[in-house]
């Protein structure tokens, strides 16, 4: 063999040839040549980069290294960070865990491998493997795992688990220092109200999941229908599925009781669209006389293996016991997933999969479990403060000088000392949220507004980046018909009666013909010899134009009022049946139905449609009947639809096709205007469709029914070949109209986003929709301004394109970007963080023709490059990945269904409801938790301050300053209510808040709650409680219990006088809070004979000392606060004034 030549072979290459003789040239061989190829692809890789002219870079590090670097710089940068002894310290373990922790979960939990399956029909015996239970399963935890797994879940925050160490503590007698329920309570409280809420939480789960289960369904057998549970079903069983009931498992559809054979579904529930889809029965098993005939043949269903995509099947049906065997193919529109609801009509269909491998379960992932920066912030705090309180146990410790057991006096003083972590700041916290939550739900400005998830309300009040949905979210999803363009006419709104005068014309003279069998064009030049030859041609097309408009699409009439009407009149009753006022159109495109509804408004409209026929009613109420020979229905990749019919009159066959200009522009013929027009239309923010035309000969479409069949029956790229036998016809088609579809902006949209950006808020559009409409609304609806440039970005699919494009794109300064999905995931792939660099920096962002993946790992890259919070909205079950991703997730209820609303951690009903959410609630939640969170720290430090100057004094005894309930009183009814009330506070009014969004701003840098505000906290605790316990010391007189009610009543004091200093603005409530907390203590002192002496705190003495010490205490930080107001006033006190 030839052997590379040393510059070219690898250290893997030079070990391969040591080892040689002793596993054989053979194997080496080969092994070589895989070696040596992909080395060779590498460096024709590392050739083309040298193409790229101009280096990109994005900082001075960059500079360091070689341009064919540049797709592995992240990486890099990470593989930098990360070396060494520093690595293996800091994160080293953590990886070498992780990585066992995960083989052994592996190995535990191996998957098994999902295959392809032959299912005979009404015969589960004959399945080949065994296949999962058909039950649904959303509980958390089992009989076994509930209390370990709540538990868990509980103590694997530091907080919680060091409570429990401190609790657990106390069982040993030698660190016995108070006693047990002081300990115990709080945590027994805590734990007992999480419990509770997760054994509730999992008792509905639990219902919920067996009311599913326990659905009945008939299932048929030989013997006939049997009852049975949905959890019973089995793969290859027969389920009879009534109207209105929620399909049980995978099916392929073989019957139905409708008599066109085919059934609509409601699929909300599966893919968020609240449109009907149409179903088509199997057309072998829908032809059988009767319903037990289904055991009378030999028939098997091949299905492909379990996936997640619910838009695609590819399976075949066969019947052996026929001579030749029947063979069909079976493709989406054949299959019932499960989830979805019957809308019409009883259906039979052959179960395919159940359990976990059904499109709804694949498609279901646990979201992640969200939690707040403010939380993330408090427990660094708490950190420090452990880390302050083991600190202060070894100063302790020496200054005793180490005498005696010192390491048990160091444990002693870790427990004395460890209010200085308050086990109150979880509970605290815990209510505020849900009292957030409760004001968020009763604000009558935004109705309809639902909290879903109680713990992050805080992250409302820390956004940077807002990553919205467009069509249903910006936009109203309610489509209407503006624009007909012909190429040298164009018809607007105010000229739609014109096009309702010639159509009405056309058939008025095509009826009045004696043969009646002419085609539309025709009869019109005969009858309009004598008209100008412009308006004969415009109104031939016109005419052609609308009838192709009606006849190509998936649209379907449903008469409410008389269900099967249509189905079941003949053409002489048509008339009457047709004329029903209560129609409706059903289709998976609003877009859709609007082209429909127009066309009814011009006078041809669709009256009746089944699988093979689709009828139509003239202006003048005559009945046109077509036969639907062949649908090619609309996918994301080739972008159209198509239709082939027969003119039932005339006999003549047609194929019409509609779909966006990108991909109908290289079918249609050449013309001069389609592409202008185009732009024109999505400037004026208008959804575009170009719909054409192409007559066929008998012989043709027998030619291409033929090779349409044998595409569709094959198993291996059957949609790669159906795609090729479809474009042999799509040649050279004759150009007959470009539509114009408006989506109309919702209420308030454009203020609420100059809201927003005003706020600071970067807001970033991500839509399916095409790249001309989504930057059209991204202009109406003011997300970019209409002085700002705006980039777009040029399609690129190789990493030379990308890297010149994002060069260009770096010169330009403070423009807006729009890009395309593809182009999106190029420079993903290269230039990650370069890309992500240059997009943060620009005011706004479009992304359009994006996938739901795509769409959620635009949101993990922004949380990956930038460290800010980001926020998720929109309103269909594409949105749901990239609202689950977010730190904040809200959905809309909208014409899309529920789906994205019921993912979201908030719901709302209104797009413009954003606004006062963010403003006014979100900063509230922020503001108040912060305060909140520091001033229970602040209460936990200043008693715990107290003990050390105690302990200190004393020569540094470990003995507790209070005991009993003395501790478990400070830290609730004495003290709760009133720092409880601060979740009533707020610095500005909610109205000041929303015509000011700027202050906004102040809120994501975090200043509410920072390590300087904390650092002032310490300094304050430590100066209240130093002057609190000294005063006392100086001040008592002959006895020791003397020292315990001066500085006890004297800290109760100060704290309700510290949440008065907190509080900006007074609630009602608050001055209850304090009376009634003053209250208890006054009262409860009587009853604390064993800690204060009664005859002692009724004397004038106790009362002066004790208001001394407390003046002492709180005076100055009044003054500091009022001369701070005056002197450097936050900016929103200068607004207020």
Not at 493 to 501: G, N, P, V
């Amino acid at each position: 063999m030839d052997v590379p030549t040393p510059d070219l072979v690898c250290p893997d290459t030079t070990w391969a040839m040591g080892r040689v003789s002793s596993y054989g040239w053979g194997v080496w061989e080969s092994r070589l040549h895989a070696l040596f190829a992909v080395q060779c692809r590498y460096q024709l890789e590392d050739e083309s980069a040298h193409l790229d002219e101009m280096p990109l870079m994005m900082s001075e590090e960059g500079f360091e290294n070689e341009e064919s670097d540049y797709h592995t710089l992240p990486r890099a940068r990470i593989m930098q960070r990360k070396r060494g002894l520093e690595w293996f310290v800091c994160d080293g373990w953590k990886f070498l865990c992780t990585s066992c922790c995960g083989w052994l979960i592996n190995i535990c939990r191996r998957k098994k491998e999902l295959k392809a399956r032959t299912v005979w029909l009404g015969c589960p015996e004959k399945c080949e493997e065994k296949h999962p239970r058909n039950s649904i399963k959303n509980q958390k935890y089992n009989v076994f795992t509930f209390i370990p797994g709540v538990l868990y879940e509980q103590f694997k925050f530091f907080l919680n688990l060091y409570f429990l160490v401190i609790s657990c503590s106390q069982f040993v007698p030698a660190l016995k220092i108070g006693y047990l329920y002081t300990y115990w309570a709080p945590l027994g409280f805590v734990l007992a109200v999480t419990m509770t809420r997760e054994a509730i939480d999992e008792f509905r789960r639990f219902q919920r999941d067996k009311e599913v289960n326990s659905q009945l369904y008939s299932k048929l057998t030989v013997r006939g229908k049997v009852q049975v549970k949905s959890s019973d079903i089995q793969v290859g069983d027969l389920i009879i599925v009534e109207k209105n009931q929620r399909i049980p498992s995978d099916m392929v559809f073989l019957r139905t009781s409708e008599k066109a054979g085919s059934c609509f579904i409601r699929t909300d529930q599966l893919d968020g669209e609240t449109d009907w889809k149409l179903k088509v029965a199997v057309s072998c098993t829908q032809r059988l006389p009767a319903l037990g005939d289904l055991f009378s043949i030999s028939a098997y269903v091949y299905a492909q293996k379990p996936q997640m995509d619910i838009h695609s099947f590819e399976g075949t049906f066969t019947r052996e016991d026929s001579d030749p065997p029947i063979h069909e193919s079976l493709s989406i529109e054949n299959t019932l997933w499960a989830s979805t609801i019957v809308a019409s009509g009883t259906v039979i269909g052959v179960v395919i999969y159940t359990g976990k491998e059904t499109r709804s379960v694949m498609n279901t992932s646990n979201p992640k479990n969200k939690v707040g920066l403010l939380d993330l912030e408090l427990n660094r705090l708490t950190k420090a403060l452990f880390l302050a309180l083991v600190a202060l146990s070894i100063v302790m410790v020496t200054l005793q000088g180490f005498v005696g057991p010192w390491y048990r006096n160091l444990f002693r003083f870790l427990l004395l000392f460890s209010y200085i972590i308050p086990i109150s700041l979880r509970v605290n916290l815990d209510m505020g949220k849900a009292v957030y939550g409760w004001m968020m739900m009763k604000d009558e400005n935004i109705p309809g507004t639902v909290v879903r998830t109680s713990t992050i309300p805080e992250e409302l009040g820390r956004l940077v980046y807002l990553l919205t949905d467009k069509t249903g979210t910006l936009t109203q999803n309610e489509m209407i018909f503006k624009r007909l363009h012909l190429g040298t006419v164009s018809y607007g709104a105010d000229t739609m009666d014109e096009i309702q005068s010639h159509v009405r014309d056309s058939y008025s003279q095509m009826q009045s013909q004696a043969g009646g069998n002419n085609t539309g064009s025709t009869p019109l030049r005969k009858a309009q010899s004598s008209a100008p030859k412009v308006r004969k041609s415009v109104s031939s097309r016109i005419h052609e134009a609308v009838k192709a408009i009606v006849l190509c699409h998936n649209v379907t009439p449903v008469y409410e009022s008389r269900a099967g009407v249509t189905e079941e009149t003949e053409f002489a009753e048509a008339d009457q049946d047709f004329s029903d006022e209560n129609r409706t159109y059903q289709a998976s495109s609003p877009d859709e139905v609007a082209l429909v509804q127009w066309t009814e408004s011009v006078g041809l409209t669709l009256v009746s449609r089944d699988l093979t026929s689709m009828q139509l009613k003239t202006p003048s109420g005559q009945v046109l009947s077509f036969c639907i020979l062949q649908l090619f229905p609309f996918t994301s990749e080739s972008k159209r639809m198509g239709v082939i019919v027969r003119d039932e009159s005339t006999a003549e066959i047609t194929f019409y096709m509609k779909g966006a200009d990108v991909a109908m522009s290289p079918i249609v013929q050449y013309n001069d205007w389609l592409e202008e027009e185009c732009g024109n239309m999505a400037r004026e923010g208008l959804r575009t469709l170009v719909v054409a035309k192409k007559a066929l000969t008998e012989e043709q479409y027998q030619d291409f029914e033929s090779r349409y069949t044998q595409a569709k029956l094959s198993m291996h790229d059957r949609s790669l070949k159906v795609a090729a036998v479809v474009e042999s016809l799509e040649r050279e088609m004759e150009l007959l109209c470009l539509t114009g579809v408006e989506d109309q902006l919702q209420a308030d949209v454009r203020p609420t986003l100059e809201m927003l950006r005003n706020a600071g808020i970067k807001i970033w559009m991500l839509t399916g929709d095409k790249l001309e409409t989504a930057t059209c609304i991204a202009k109406s609806s003011h997300l970019v301004s209409r002085t700002q440039d705006i980039h777009i970005f040029r399609q690129v699919t190789s990493r030379g394109e990308a890297h010149l494009e994002l060069n260009a794109f770096r010169r330009k300064h403070d423009c807006a970007l729009v890009i395309s999905g593809d182009s999106l995931e190029v420079c993903l792939k290269y230039y990650e963080h370069e890309f992500v660099e240059l997009a943060c920096q620009c005011p706004a962002v479009v992304c359009c023709r994006c996938s739901p993946t795509q769409k959620a790992r635009i949101v993990t890259l922004l949380q990956q490059h930038t460290g800010r919070r980001t926020c998720a909205i929109g309103d269909g079950g594409n949105d749901v990945s990239m609202i689950q991703a977010a730190d904040c997730g809200i959905g809309i209820e909208g014409k899309e269904g529920k789906q994205a609303s019921l993912a979201a951690d908030f719901s709302i009903t209104q797009f413009r409801h954003i606004g006062r959410l963010l403003m006014v609630h979100g900063r509230n939640s922020y503001k108040r938790s912060a305060a909140l969170g520091q001033f229970v720290m602040h209460r936990g430090l200043i008693i715990s301050t107290m003990q050390a100057v105690f302990s200190s004094v004393f020569y540094f005894a470990s003995v507790p300053l209070y005991q009993g309930f003395l501790m478990v009183g400070y830290a609730t009814i004495y003290t709760m209510f009133p720092v409880f009330s601060l979740v009533l506070d707020q610095d500005v009014k909610p109205e000041m808040a929303m015509l000011y969004p700027e202050l906004y701003k102040d809120l994501t840098k975090g200043r509410s709650l920072s390590f300087k505000t904390f650092l002032i906290w310490v300094l304050i605790s430590i100066y209240q409680g130093g002057i609190l316990m000294y005063g006392a010391l100086v001040l008592f007189e002959s006895e020791f219990v003397h020292v315990v009610a001066i500085s006890f009543t004297a800290l109760i004091l100060t704290e309700l006088l510290m949440v008065a200093l907190t509080v900006r603005t007074w609630h009602w409530l608050m001055v209850v809070a304090e009376f009634l907390s003053l209250g208890c203590y006054v009262s409860s002192l009587a009853f604390l004979n064993e800690y204060f002496d009664v005859a002692f705190i009724t004397t004038v003495t106790f009362l002066w000392k004790v208001s001394a010490i407390t003046v002492v205490s709180c005076l100055p930080l009044y003054v500091l606060k009022y001369l701070r107001r005056k002197l450097s006033p936050p900016s929103y006190c200068k607004l207020a004034s």
